[in-house]
């Protein structure tokens, strides 16, 4: 029930292209859903991340798509560059902060 | 720098020895968390403190890891007895309070080698 599955592992778009990668979850109480983004050697940082009680949020080129009913949501990056290849990262928490992390999604941006 | 300070960035130790990572929270944030990513994989929750206090080691191996989060001074994150296993980068993470609507923002992680 803490499980957070990402989809897919692994992702190849030409430049202009939208990669989207899609997370389900079980527990009903997590109510924060970020997503961090990767470089080689360094640490996750924070992206984008959104709440339960709204759909969609949109942050320049990233946008969340989240459905509450179906326990999922997506990560959208309109207009890819090469520079937004990186590994991705959802995550959910829910009152005690810890975050529960999928898988991760390695991304790549051809120019 | 204002962020999360870890040190070391990297380190390596023979196994049996002991291993101590070192993070110091972005300025004003009194919650650190420790997370571990072992290759190809994503970060799992280790522990959660608080100044002088552990709040969840939920995720803490139950033999060999430890975690302290002093009045003064960085977290320290020790693991005795390193075995292979333990090769990993270890995240630290820091916010400003445990509610879910405060982001955490990580450090660039201790990449610990055991030979």
């Known amino acids: 029930q803490q499980q957070v599955k990402q989809s897919p592992q692994s992702l190849i778009v030409q430049k202009g292209g939208i990669p989207i990668i899609n997370c389900a979850y079980e527990?009903?109480?997590?109510?924060?859903f970020p997503w961090y983004q990767q470089f080689p050697g360094k640490g996750p940082a924070l992206l984008i991340a959104?709440?339960?009680?709204?759909s969609e949020k949109k942050e320049g080129r990233f946008t969340i798509s989240f459905n509450k009913s179906a326990k999922q949501f997506s990560l959208h990056i309109m207009d890819s560059q090469p520079g937004d290849s990186a590994t991705y990262f959802c995550?959910?928490?829910?009152?005690?902060?810890?975050?529960?992390f999928g898988q991760g999604t390695t991304l790549q941006v051809k120019p | 720098n204002a962020g999360v300070m870890q040190n070391p960035r990297h380190l390596v130790r023979r196994r049996g020895q002991e291993a101590r990572l070192r993070c110091s929270p972005m300025?004003?944030?009194?919650?650190v968390y420790w997370y571990r990513q072992l290759p190809e994989e994503g970060l799992k929750f280790m522990v959660y403190?608080?100044?002088?206090?552990?709040?969840?080691e939920s995720g803490m191996p139950k033999e060999r890891f430890s975690a302290e989060f002093p009045k003064e001074g960085p977290s320290i994150l020790r693991i005795q007895q390193v075995v292979r296993g333990d090769s990993a980068a270890y995240f630290c993470?820091?916010?400003?309070?445990?509610?879910?609507?405060?982001?955490?923002?990580f450090g660039d992680g201790t990449r610990l080698s055991i030979l």
């Open positions: 993470a820091s916010s400003r309070d445990y509610h879910s609507n405060q982001p955490q923002h």
């Open positions: 300025k004003g944030h009194s919650h």
């Open positions: 995550a959910a928490s829910g009152n005690t902060g810890k975050l529960i």
């Open positions: 403190l608080q100044k002088e206090n552990i709040i969840d």
């Open positions: 527990n009903t109480a997590f109510d924060y």
């Open positions: 959104i709440r339960p009680d709204v």
